[in-house]
């Protein structure tokens, strides 16, 4: 029985093209809830990654699929996808999580065909263009981008054979985002400061989101010189649209990045599996106990976040206190103990009291670690886990010893239609 609401004879024919197409769009903001809209509307499957709210200070830049005052403060991923659901084509779905971007791992996105970054901070650009590309080509998604600056829209389509995500970036804007931290102790995420406002309108933002769409539609159709090009809209006075080639960066960091060379499987979700039962499925796999799960490793906002915490000390009044959380998912007010945050203190000691950091998990962990999901170890959900087997080496100068393996769950990619929040 057809459910839709419409009728579909007023519209494209070539809507089929679409069905069947999973496609992610990570940003529900200005630029992604009108991209989300166009998709659906096009025959498309389009799910949604945002951890942000929507306000009312930002209503008048976003799809009117979006409600307003009523929907103000909901998740923007959550309320886009829902808010969608009349438009979607008969079997087509819309599926919205609520997650930062940083508890996602490669795996999360490599059953989309493509993923449309509609972020506005290079940070998040930089990590999806990591994430995307540590996927073995054959499951890699395309990646569109697109930007607006105050009436022009601009959008990239891009298949990671000539240039990566980062290529589009200068350097120097990457250079902002660093966060200075302690040489003594591990580098902990840093709360965001205030956004600088950036004008822009909603017409630039739904010309971006078209510009993006149609450059998938060229794809699908098989346009020939739709992959790889950079669309601009220009307003009045200059009014244009041109399209460019856009050229690989020298030297680029993003480019440089690689699929591992051995990708193995491990049953089940990050979200449930212990440490303790993928240490079995690997000692299983590798025929051996004797090797150890590096940390994850997060780069972000050119910080690397590669340790776990077990034990820190309050960073108000000095108490000694348990941590048990990845570095990267450390925010200054986890640093209090118990008494300190009841109280509203704020984390201000940077001295060098012993704690206990850990850079590799092994069959020797406590318990307590054993026990942990390796979700709440750091990895995130698609994550590509690292292991090493020593085979007697004592340091990296024995190189030749170590042998490096890589793992992800087989049900990873299964969740990003299932869970509704990811959070740290
Ligand atoms: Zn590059
Ligand atoms: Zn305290």
Same mark, same amino acid.
């Given at each position: 029985m057809n459910s839709v609401l419409y009728n579909p004879d007023k519209l494209m024919t070539d809507r089929p093209l679409f069905h069947n197409r999973r496609v992610c769009v990570v940003g529900c903001g200005a630029v992604g809830s009108y991209l989300i809209e166009q998709l659906a509307k096009m025959g498309a499957s389009p799910d949604a990654v945002d951890f942000d709210v929507l306000t009312l200070e930002n209503a008048a830049k976003h799809s009117s699929l979006i409600r307003t /005052?009523?929907?103000?403060?909901?998740?923007?991923?959550?309320c886009v996808s829902e808010r969608v659901k009349p438009f979607l084509d008969q079997g087509c779905t819309s599926h919205g999580i609520d997650s930062d971007l940083c508890l996602l791992g490669p795996e999360a996105f490599a059953d989309y065909d493509v993923v449309f970054a509609a972020l506005d901070n290079f940070a998040a650009k930089v990590l999806l263009n990591e994430l995307i590309r540590q996927l073995p080509p054959e499951r890699r998604p395309l990646l569109i981008m697109d930007g607006t600056y105050g009436e022009m829209a601009q959008s990239v389509?891009?298949?990671?054979?000539?240039?990566?995500?980062r290529c589009l970036m200068d350097e120097s804007w990457l250079k902002d985002s660093a966060v200075r931290t302690?040489?003594?102790?591990?580098?902990?995420?840093?709360?965001?400061?205030?956004? /600088?406002?950036?004008?822009t309108s909603a017409r630039a933002s739904s010309l971006a989101a078209h510009l993006s769409t149609e450059q998938y539609r060229g794809y699908v159709t098989g346009a020939p010189g739709a992959m790889n090009r950079r669309l601009t809209y220009t307003a009045y006075p200059g009014l244009e649209l041109r399209v460019s080639h856009p050229l690989p960066k020298r030297n680029c960091p993003g480019c440089a990045i690689q699929p591992p060379a051995h990708l193995r499987w491990l049953r089940g979700s990050v979200l449930t599996v212990s440490l303790r039962e993928a240490m079995q499925q690997i000692s299983e796999q590798l025929g051996t106990t004797d090797f150890e799960l590096s940390v994850h490793r997060l780069h972000y906002k050119e910080v690397l976040h590669s340790c776990f915490i077990v034990t820190e000390y309050c960073r108000a009044c000095g108490k000694p206190i348990r941590v048990l959380k990845h570095a990267g998912r450390t925010f200054p007010h986890h640093l209090l103990c118990l008494e300190c945050n009841l109280h509203g203190k704020q984390p201000y000691l940077t001295s060098d009291l012993p704690r206990t950091l850990l850079y590799a998990f092994t069959p020797s962990c406590e318990d307590a670690i054993q026990d942990m999901t390796l979700f709440d170890l750091g990895y995130p959900l698609g994550a590509h886990i690292e292991v090493i087997e020593r085979q007697g080496a004592f340091d990296l100068l024995d190189r030749d010893k170590i042998k490096t393996t890589f793992f992800a769950l087989d049900e990873d990619h299964c969740q990003m239609r299932q869970i509704q929040k990811l959070s740290c």
């Amino acid at each position: 029985m057809n459910s839709v609401l419409y009728n579909p004879d007023k519209l494209m024919t070539d809507r089929p093209l679409f069905h069947n197409r999973r496609v992610c769009v990570v940003g529900c903001g200005a630029v992604g809830s009108y991209l989300i809209e166009q998709l659906a509307k096009m025959g498309a499957s389009p799910d949604a990654v945002d951890f942000d709210v929507l306000t009312l200070e930002n209503a008048a830049k976003h799809s009117s699929l979006i409600r307003t /005052p009523e929907d103000a403060g909901r998740n923007k991923a959550v309320c886009v996808s829902e808010r969608v659901k009349p438009f979607l084509d008969q079997g087509c779905t819309s599926h919205g999580i609520d997650s930062d971007l940083c508890l996602l791992g490669p795996e999360a996105f490599a059953d989309y065909d493509v993923v449309f970054a509609a972020l506005d901070n290079f940070a998040a650009k930089v990590l999806l263009n990591e994430l995307i590309r540590q996927l073995p080509p054959e499951r890699r998604p395309l990646l569109i981008m697109d930007g607006t600056y105050g009436e022009m829209a601009q959008s990239v389509m891009l298949d990671n054979t000539e240039f990566c995500l980062r290529c589009l970036m200068d350097e120097s804007w990457l250079k902002d985002s660093a966060v200075r931290t302690s040489c003594t102790s591990a580098p902990i995420r840093q709360n965001d400061g205030l956004a /600088p406002i950036v004008r822009t309108s909603a017409r630039a933002s739904s010309l971006a989101a078209h510009l993006s769409t149609e450059q998938y539609r060229g794809y699908v159709t098989g346009a020939p010189g739709a992959m790889n090009r950079r669309l601009t809209y220009t307003a009045y006075p200059g009014l244009e649209l041109r399209v460019s080639h856009p050229l690989p960066k020298r030297n680029c960091p993003g480019c440089a990045i690689q699929p591992p060379a051995h990708l193995r499987w491990l049953r089940g979700s990050v979200l449930t599996v212990s440490l303790r039962e993928a240490m079995q499925q690997i000692s299983e796999q590798l025929g051996t106990t004797d090797f150890e799960l590096s940390v994850h490793r997060l780069h972000y906002k050119e910080v690397l976040h590669s340790c776990f915490i077990v034990t820190e000390y309050c960073r108000a009044c000095g108490k000694p206190i348990r941590v048990l959380k990845h570095a990267g998912r450390t925010f200054p007010h986890h640093l209090l103990c118990l008494e300190c945050n009841l109280h509203g203190k704020q984390p201000y000691l940077t001295s060098d009291l012993p704690r206990t950091l850990l850079y590799a998990f092994t069959p020797s962990c406590e318990d307590a670690i054993q026990d942990m999901t390796l979700f709440d170890l750091g990895y995130p959900l698609g994550a590509h886990i690292e292991v090493i087997e020593r085979q007697g080496a004592f340091d990296l100068l024995d190189r030749d010893k170590i042998k490096t393996t890589f793992f992800a769950l087989d049900e990873d990619h299964c969740q990003m239609r299932q869970i509704q929040k990811l959070s740290c």
